[in-house]
């Protein structure tokens, strides 16, 4: 199983100010990295495809990097509707796994 | 518009079993693999099991910690995915969701709202 270590656990930033997520897989994933958001009570929403391509109707301001174990998620300049808990997920091998979560919370 | 609605999740004591049903629509269901995910109360995502399409020989994959307890299984007539879980253990306690692996393969973008299991005696 291919285990994917989330850092930091929380990140602590206010409105407008540059987030980046870090996810390291424990081996090579290649490029089959995703990511997703979840509010409270809610269901993921995927806003990352291999590991660079943002899905259907994801803002420019969401982007990821990365290849092989070290990734990135990047959200430019966090609008109020940001804050929440972000998954990496890879789908390299089975079964398909994901990260433990980093939650981005208001400072 | 896709949409997935989970249903029969509930209490139930440990050694027990339970049936959950998602029944989809706005997307060519026959067609589609299907994935069941769940989250513990507070905790991240885990994957349970996943059913491929009859065109690709509806077989299923698992996760150890539901392998041999749990079967996925599909009913294309009804746009219908199902999970039996048998055997309840009170670390199955979480929302299980269903989701689709549409254009994104193993990456599913649509996901239902979810639905409560809690294994307690």
């Known amino acids: 199983e291919i285990v994917l270590t989330q850092s930091p656990a929380t990140l602590s930033l206010s409105p407008g100010e540059r987030a980046t997520l870090s996810c390291r897989a424990g081996q090579s994933v290649s490029n089959y990295l995703a990511w997703y958001q979840q509010k409270p009570g809610q269901a993921p929403r995927l806003l990352i495809y291999?590991?660079?391509k943002r899905a259907t109707g994801i803002p420019t301001r969401f982007s990821g990097s990365g290849s092989g174990t070290d990734f990135t998620l990047t959200i430019s300049s966090l609008e109020p509707e940001d804050f929440a808990v972000y998954y990496c997920q890879q789908r390299s091998i089975w079964p398909l796994t994901f990260g433990g979560g980093t939650k981005v919370e208001i400072k | 518009e896709v949409q997935l609605v989970e249903s029969g999740g509930g209490l139930v004591k440990p050694g027990g079993s339970l049936r959950l049903s998602c029944a989809a629509s706005g997307f060519t269901f026959s067609n589609a693999w299907m994935s069941w995910v769940r989250q513990a109360p507070g905790k991240g995502l885990e994957w349970v099991g996943r059913i491929k399409s009859k065109t690709d020989g509806g077989t299923t994959d698992y996760t150890a910690p539901v392998k041999g307890r749990f079967t996925v299984s599909r009913d294309d007539s009804k746009n219908t995915l199902y999970l039996q879980m048998n055997s309840l253990k009170t670390e199955d306690t979480a929302v299980y969701f269903c989701?689709?692996?549409?254009?994104?393969?193993?990456?599913?973008?649509?996901w239902g709202q979810g639905t409560l299991v809690t294994v307690s005696s």
């Open positions: 989701a689709t692996h549409g254009e994104y393969g193993d990456f599913p973008d649509y």
């Open positions: 291999d590991a660079s």
